[in-house]
């Protein structure tokens, strides 16, 4: 009996979204295929703004606008300073 190849597994990367007026969503997830490359995490605030829009459309309240997007698990970088 032949065996099933294993179905290919969506891989989503998990970001933390902070907007303007100061609320923060936590693990928001983007497809990791629209990522990398030379715009790097860049795309996927464009996902994130869209899963805003399909939101806003249910619920009738807005979001606002996006101030931060950050990769959840990335290192934050460091800040030298002087002496």
């Known amino acids: 009996m032949a065996r ?4 290919a597994k ?16 936590s ?7 629209v990522l990398g490359g ?4 860049e795309p ?3 996902v994130i703004e869209e899963q805003d829009r399909e939101i806003e459309e249910r619920s009738g309240k807005s979001r606002g606008q996006i ?3 950050e990769r959840v698990g990335a290192k934050k970088a460091k800040s ?3 002496a």
Do not use: C, H, M, Q
């Open 27 to 33: 693990n928001r997830r983007v497809p990791g295929d």
């Open 10 to 25: 969506a891989e989503f990367v998990l970001f933390n979204v902070t907007y303007e007026d100061g609320t923060v969503t």
């Open 67 to 69: 101030s931060l997007i």
């Open 80 to 82: 030298s300073k002087a």
């Open 4 to 7: 099933k190849k294993p179905a």
């Open 38 to 41: 030379l715009d790097g995490d």
């Open 44 to 46: 996927a605030r464009n």
